[in-house]
């Protein structure tokens, strides 16, 4: 299972995209994802229909974060972790419920087999963050959200 896509995947950038490039390239992608052409598409393709409307939030969102250049830096961190543990493999994909919330540090916990946990900051969902790291082995796991 590979990572799911990164906010510059989603608005089809390079990660060292301009702020001219993102805004040009957020445009572009958001008409190309928008409800409305979904219903064009919905004629044509049911499946394709299905994909547009999860790809419209994501493409929100992923703008949301790039266009902030402090939640940008933030995201461009959490990425650089993941890049810097490249052996860890996508274990699972999971809801929030099937997470343990802690109520004292604002976080999502869930057991690994190693016997430590994966995390997932607040801070981290802030930016869109959807991979969560285990913090004793170099397994990772998706979380949907
Ligand atoms: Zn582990």
Redesign the pocket.
Known sequence: MRDPFTHYEYLEVSPGVSADGLKRAYQRRILEVHPDKLQQRQQSSPTSALATTNNFSKVQLAWQVLQDPRKREEYDGYLADLATRSHGIVHEAVTLDEMHFDETEQDYTRA???G?EFLLQKEDMEIGADVAL?T??S?RIHVLY
């Open positions: 690994c087999r190693c430590a285990c004793g082995c397994l």
